[in-house]
Each structure stands twice: as C-alpha cells, then as structure tokens.
C-alpha cells in the first residue's frame, strides 16, 4: 500500500509539477496563466544591493571565511547574518533588471494575485517593504489577503504586505502555513527564485497537495555569483560607515 501511495505521489508531482531554467525576468509572462498565484523570491530575484557587500554571494562568502578562521558552522552563520542584516538597514538597493518594475506593473494591470516568498524575517519587514518601494516595487497592491498574518510555532515568520518573511524556515512549509492561516486556496502556482532547493520545497508542498506548480529558476545573476571578488567586498565593509561603490571600492585597491 504505501508503494502505491508513493507511485502515485510521484505520478501527480510528475504531471502537474515543473522546474525551468530563465535567464530574464520577462519569461515569466511566458508561463503565467489565468487564476495563477505568482510567487516571486526577492534577493538576486528581485533587487539586489548597489555594492558588493551585503549581496545575497557575498553571505555566502562570509559565512565560508568565518569558518575558515575558526568558527563553527553555526557561529560563523549567527556571525554573517548579523552583519548581512545591518547591511540591509544601510544598503541602497537596485532591481536586478532594468524591466523588473514593467513587469510588475503589467502583473498588477493584469490582475494576477502576487506575493513574495522571502528567507528574510520579522526584524527586516519594514525595511524590505522600504527598499523594494525604493525601486517602485510594491506588493501590496497585488496581495490576494490584505491581513497581516503572525505564523504560529514558526518564530520570526511574518506575512506583511503582501510578502511571507519566513526567517530561514523551509518556504514550501511557511508557504503551505500560509495558506491555512490566510484561507487562501490557489489551484495555480508559478514560483521565481534563484535558488532551485527554494523552488524543489515549494514543489514539494505544491505535489502533496495537488497543487498545479510551474517554479521558474532565475539565473540573471548566475555569473555575478560566481565572479564576487571577496576583496572589493572587504574593502567596501572596512568603509561600512560610509558605504562605497564597487568602482569606488577598486580605485582604492589600485591605489593601496
């Protein structure tokens, strides 16, 4: 019995579940159809940060060179994520595209009910909701529940504004929380994010309830990523009372 059930969760994931690769924001228009929720990550999805430090690449540094100096795993990760939070109180912000903001205008004259789906907790909310207004993003004007939602068990977990903070927690199960909490009952979901383990837990959530899920794996970023040069980062986070550019940050390694 329990081959079956599971032949038959393969099944309904198989048919109704698919991860494709995009290189720009604008191919969502191609995969969103009527009485879809849209799901759309928000760091290296939506913005990103004007410099180096602070990016989503530049976490991930950190926390490799925490432990390369000692740390635990765990400290080393306390330790990055404190400094990438107050980073974010401080950093000015740019979409990751040019288009980004038109396609969300054309999702919002559309009539599409969007949210984002964030690992970002409660102690960033406001901030967030901040910067992405900074660029002319706002969800609020597409949210499909208007109430702010406290999750329950789920400690630094939010839903404000349209965008579910989920403080690190797994976002196929805050997702799912989601749902419950708001009564929110979506037949459709498209999700975009840049991180395809963010996109396999959502589909997962999306297979066991029979959810119809199209992810979408973002990859505007992908060399970025992958060429962060740790020094520029460095030399930005010794000026961080005074944040400097990337350009900026290269001139004075030139020059020391």
């Given at each position: ?23 720009n924001?604008g191919q ?25 430090l ?37 950093t ?8 980004t ?35 002319g ?17 789920v400690r630094g ?16 199960a805050l ?23 963010c ?28 060429n962060?040069?740790?020094e ?13 550019s990337?350009?900026?940050?290269n ?6």
């Amino acid at each position: 019995m329990r081959f079956v059930s599971c032949i038959f969760l393969f099944l309904i994931t198989f048919l109704n579940a698919e991860i494709i690769q995009i290189k720009n924001i604008g191919q969502c228009m191609d995969q969103i159809k009527p009485d879809m929720l849209v799901v759309f990550d928000i760091d290296n999805t939506l913005i990103e940060p004007a410099q180096s430090l602070g990016s989503d690449q530049w976490f991930s540094y950190r926390v490799e060179e925490n432990i390369r100096r000692g740390m635990s795993k765990q400290e080393s990760f306390a330790v990055a994520l404190t400094e990438w939070i107050s980073i974010q109180h401080k950093t000015k912000v740019k979409p990751v595209e040019t288009s980004t903001v038109q396609l969300f205008e054309q999702l919002h004259n559309g009539g599409w009910q969007v949210i984002a789906l964030t690992t970002r907790g409660i102690e960033l909310a406001a901030k967030t909701i901040e910067q992405l207004k900074s660029v002319g993003i706002d969800f609020s004007k597409a949210m499909p529940v208007s109430q702010e939602i406290i999750f329950e068990h789920v400690r630094g977990a939010l839903y404000r504004g349209g965008i579910v903070f989920c403080d690190g927690s797994n976002k196929g199960a805050l997702l799912l929380q989601f749902f419950k909490q708001s009564g929110l009952d979506p037949k459709k979901i498209l999700f975009v994010d840049d991180k395809e383990k963010c996109l396999r837990d959502v589909e997962q959530v999306c297979a066991e309830h029979q959810i119809s899920f199209i992810g979408l794996r973002y990859g505007f970023l992908d060399e970025k990523v992958k060429n962060l040069k740790p020094e520029v980062a460095d030399e930005q986070w010794v000026c961080f009372g005074n944040l400097i550019s990337d350009e900026e940050a290269n001139e004075r390694l030139k020059n020391n």
